[in-house]
Structures are given as C-alpha cells and as structure tokens.
C-alpha cells in the first residue's frame, strides 16, 4: 500500500510539473503576441489565431486552462494592453495595480 501512495505522490509531482512547463508556454506564446502588437499592430489576433489552433487548444489544456472563447477574449485583452507576462506577475506591478483602483473606487 505504501509503495501506491508513493508512486501517486510521484505521479501527481511529475504532473504538476508538466503543467507549470505548458504554463510557462502560454506566457511565452503571449510575450511573442505582445511584442508582435508593438512591432506589426497584430499581436492581439495572432493569439486569437494561436489559441483556437489545435495546437493552441492542447497546450491550454496542458497548462490546465479551459480553451474556450471566454480565454481567447481574456488572452487578446492581455495583449492589448501591451504588458509584458514578467511585468504582470511582479509584485511591485500587482501593488501599483491595487492602489490604482483603491484611488479609483475613492473617487467614485
């Protein structure tokens, strides 16, 4: 018995592993758009495009996200606004992020 909860123990590392990999793709795969959008203007379609693929499905998948077209809107959004995936995950950006809206709701 302990030799099967070792091997699940094993087995669910192993896998949460391959999903942070297929995470770190799709925020490769958004950076690629983001400096697309600054070079060509296009980079919110290409991944659009990207995302519906199969290609695309798969690797959302992987990463443990649900493709479906809520996602895609999500992702284009991301890229419209032109951060890049480093920035956005940063502390200092998630602060500056939150205060903004607190001053926001204050003058509301």
Not at 46 to 60: F, K, N
Not at 86 to 91: G, I, M, N, P
């Amino acid at each position: 018995m302990r030799d099967f909860v070792d091997g699940s123990a094993f087995n669910f590392e192993q896998g949460q592993r391959a999903r942070k990999l297929f995470a770190a793709v799709v925020l490769a795969a958004l950076d690629d758009a983001i400096a697309d959008d600054k070079k060509y203007g296009n980079g919110a379609e290409q991944i659009a495009r990207w995302a519906r693929s199969r290609d695309g499905r798969e690797v959302l998948s992987c990463a443990g996200i649900d493709p479906n077209e809520r996602v895609v809107k999500g992702l284009m959004e991301f890229v419209a606004k032109g951060v890049r995936t480093s920035v956005a995950l940063s502390r200092e950006e998630s602060e500056r992020r939150m205060a903004a809206e607190a001053e926001e709701a204050e003058a509301a």
